[in-house]
């Protein structure tokens, strides 16, 4: 049984900031196994990849079969149907329209001092995105990285993806088509980021790395940043759903099941003034909780981090979302704007109860990478902007110069770098000459 | 004497190539020493800043006394002439300016299935800004990290700095108090960034930390990335220079020298289609190294990492810009904004000859904290995005829900999320009744 909390309870304060800083996952130390991987492929390149796949997923593999080829990937697509294929190309077109809207605007304009001041926008030349294999091979994840990456125009677009065993998903070859994904390599672990930060003598390095992975992956991406961008780290995730009593309790009750299938590790929280109703989704949990085909992996999240949280209005809702700050927040209320109003904290928000989260996992248009772990706190969801990186822009005319020079000589002389204030004052100088 | 680099030379290219891989800066390994400085703040707060305070910074503190109280702060920016006050008031009113053009808006619209989708900024609620001790102080650095904050409207605003020996820089004092800084805490190191991460009995965490630091802090700031927001892994900066030959040589050299007197692994690179220009130059740079105060450390920098390049004509020079991605970029050209058309990767361009970069390090308006050591390829400069977020919305009519919820069901299906498509199942089966 998930915590029944109810902000009425003398414990409550207690209870909760217990359930906010549960620890949902444990992270191995697998730093010291990942720098050493990192660094044979750093020293050995292909020879290094090619082994590590053999020892961990199983498949013996050659330079020149690290990529897909053109011909195995038709094959693989070729095996796709036409519903599924029609379900991609919908959840692409409305990914790529949703996206296409967060391209920024450069700017430029000239001040009071004469100076012309500006940005200008431009897209990382190359991305790697790390697509997990096995069960959490989602072709859905492939469409959510690569299409704003390529929206915001990035030129080499790459994926890796491991195959153990050599079984691929015909679906995360057609969505990294759908998408414009240019090469497909099908390793993965430490040493894919390894060879797309450092690159190989088959794989050219990129610049940045997104997407999703266990924990070696997390600790490779957290050892390259700053040799190459990379997203975020991500942790297990959650959903929070705040509803009054007029909502179908099943309903409620498949969204959160729907994150708790995920993974052991997520995190699914009712919050509801209406205790009646709370009970009654925990009954619909319950009843539906049988029939899942996930039920151990859904029931084990539900059991263990799983909350009912009744408050005394959707005021105390909106205020005890705000510090959870989770990933997915549901407002399955009358008046789902007004609530909306009152949320600081939310990777994204599913207005009314007509939008389940589900739609936002696939063809709502917003990104589905989004803030795990309260990290809502401090951070945005997965957008073109990962894939641009702004130039600022200045330039002195003579008059700006001696407006506001002498205050930059001043500033540079109280900071002992005298070689500063001598840039600036040889031109002024030059100025009074004139 | 710094490299002198022909593209015309058959040995250009290997040259170059090992001028870009060139490793300017020893990271010690730190990280495990920072790992228990961390745990140990984390296990005893206060107590152990205090005494990691004592060790590292020669300084006794109690609790009460880690932050200034406001009558050592009045008492500190007294010290401060007028001149220099107006100096920094100058930079801060354009430094705000500048930053007030950044904030986005937000965005909502309808699409043809009739779903209403956007996205809406808000601020990250609380920051810290560690800002380095002793000769690397700078009060510009305060306002560059303080000031997007502010107007990204980040409520609590909290800065660190070390003051070994109990020496502090009153500018560094005024500048937290202009840019409108909450708390100065006189701690610094591994233990004052574990204490914003995780807080302590009288200093409250923080949501994001940014800002400049030794060894220490870098490592520090990496392990806390997840917990709490970070800005950037800040690497020994540089600069790049594109010149024709009709610049006073004197300029450029002291441009060049600016860089390389922050720092023995700063780098300053000249480019420039003129052999003779160049040759001035290096005399210029000679002549005025012999006068600099700080001329051991610029000396340093130009003779180990400084280079000057001399290429067939401007577009080989913009070229090889963009291979090096310069933190700094400056285009003293007769065109130069023709120029900066072709630049693809730099933190900041200064545009023209009137332009020195040291009018961007105080008072051009646009931010100093900019992407070093290469990183211009994927990230940019500070700003006041990284004191915002985004939350995504989503909302669905039952039409709209009709029109794409079923490519979502099927592609949850092809996920093996049953949850997923039962949860759009439900409501689809609702409007079929209907």
Known sequence: MPQFLDTCDSGFEGAFAALLGMKR??????????ASIIADVRARGDAAVIELTARFDRMDLEPARLAFSEAEIEAEIAKVSGEDRAALELAAARIRAYHARQMPEDARWEDASGAVLGWRWGPISSAGLYVPGGLASYPSSVLMNAIPAKVAGVERLVVV???????VNPLVLLAARI????????????????ALAYGTETIRPVDKITGPGNAYVA???RRVF???GIDMIAGPSEI??????????DWIALDLLSQAEHDESAQSILVTPDA??????????????????RRAIAGASWRDFGAVIVTRDLDEAAALSNRVAPEHLELCVADPEALAAKITHAGAIFLGAWTPEAIGDYVGGPNHVLPTARSARFSSGLSVMDFLKRTTLARMTPSALRAIGPAAERLAISESLQAHGLSVRARLDRLNEG
Do not use: H
């Open 161 to 167: 993806c491991p195959t153990p065993g050599g079984v």
């Open 226 to 228: 700053g040799r190459v």
């Open 219 to 221: 600790a490779a991406k």
């Open 25 to 34: 996952e444990d992270s191995p130390d697998v730093d010291a196994v990942v």
């Open 276 to 293: 009646g109703f709370a009970q009654a989704v925990a009954e619909a949990v319950a009843r539906r909780l049988e029939t899942l085909e």
């Open 179 to 194: 998408a414009g994904v240019d090469a497909v390599y099908r390793i993965g672990g430490a040493q894919a980021i390894a």
């Open 240 to 249: 929070l759903v705040i509803a009054d009593g007029d909502n179908d309790p």
